[in-house]
């Protein structure tokens, strides 16, 4: 009869060789080797968008000297919770969906990333996202660790009451590690600042009392930031200016292909038209819409929001979606899902510079493509970084209870994207390495300092 400790011995250890379906080794063999298994969730051939942030890392890795002893602490998330969202639908019935809340990284502060709400939402997914706001985060010198939640669920079925249920019930069932010191969700694709008052007031009903800091992106009413909305898209139009004046790129006259017109990619849109820039081309999930002389942005949102697409848009040409990677732009911003810029269209691209608004929307693969072609990529992890920069603006003013100015924040929001620009720039001209490979050097040197200043506990 095994002693309980044998038996615990044998479950932890052969446990995580099992799912590898790797040969059973002696426990005396194996002492070394645990530290170093894979953990249990992890399935190589399926990895997704954690493969390719995994893939990151490890390029990454060569440059953090003494700091790379700890680079496993960034290839695996700190905490990771699965939850089940029943609600009854407006018919009587009852339907289940599945959430997750993933913390990637604390070590710098709370846990800080969107909630997504799609069809598609996987946890691999998910997972990915977290690392990239503790990059993200991190890249901007933002006090904040990085996290990210989502519900498989297409929100375009719901009604509002069921919208509002799932939300609630998910709010609840991840409040056990959100807190406006724990971790701070935000909005992401299909969310937006009701869903954000909705888990506001969840939380804050199961708390006892309100807590505005522990959500950001909520209506102003309720102690949101002015900015907000607009500031994921402005910072993206801010490092392009900074990107563009470092190749001698005039912004009027440019052209810009932009996938995606919602949240990021809409207010990109109008900003680049703004400052005289020919938008001659937009996708989004239904169709594409093309006008060599430049859309009329504004006539196009309106349209947008009108029929929920840019499809039937007049005064322009309809495109099928491959060739939207085929248009002849100088600048070219993917704002809509990740993994659409890849090696099947990497080389069809004409743009000088890619403004990654999306999050993960290039392979690596491609990404290889486009820097050995001569295409300037601005990563995500510091292009998207100004919704996230409002957002600590937002939490900070709730802390304080002290409101800025429009104009204050857009100013701050501009300095931080700029000055975070150019210490990536000077790494990047440094090693004479990609702009991302230099944001993931300032980013993981940061957290990984963190790590090893505050220690293992216990
Ligand atoms: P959104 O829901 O407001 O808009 C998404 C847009 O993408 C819509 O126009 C939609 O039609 C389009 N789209 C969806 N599927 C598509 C497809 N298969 N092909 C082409 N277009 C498609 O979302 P958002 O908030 O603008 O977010 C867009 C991206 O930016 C996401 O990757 C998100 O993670 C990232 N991001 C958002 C924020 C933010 O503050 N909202 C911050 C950082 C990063």
Redesign the pocket.
Known sequence: MQGWHELRHKQLWTGPRRGLNLPPVSLKKESKMIQNHLPSYLHPEQLGAWGIYLEQIDRVAPYLGHLSRWIETLKRPKRILIVDVPIELDNGTVAHFEGYRVQHNTSRGPGKG?V?FHQDVTLYEVMA?SAWMSVKNAAVNLPFGGAKGGVRVDPRTLSRGELERVTRRYTSEIGLIIGPTKDIPA????TNEQIMAWMMDTYSMNEGATATGVVTGKPIALGGSLGRKD??GRGVFTVAEEAARRIGLDLKGARVAV???????GVAARLFAQAGSRVVAV????GTVYNEAGLDVPALLAHVAQHG?VQGFGSAESLSMDRFWQVPCDILVP????QQITAANAHQIQARMVIE???GPTTPEADDILHERGILVVPDVIA?AG??TVSYFEWVQDFSSFFWSEDEINARLVRIMREAFESIWKVADEHKVSLRTATFIIACTRMLQARELRGLYP
Do not use: F, I, K
């Open positions: 969107g997504r996202l909005p992401d694709v299909n500031a994921t996938q995606g017109l919602g949240n990021v990619g996708q989004d999930h239904a697409s704002a809509a899902l990740e608004g999306a999050n998207n919704g996230v």
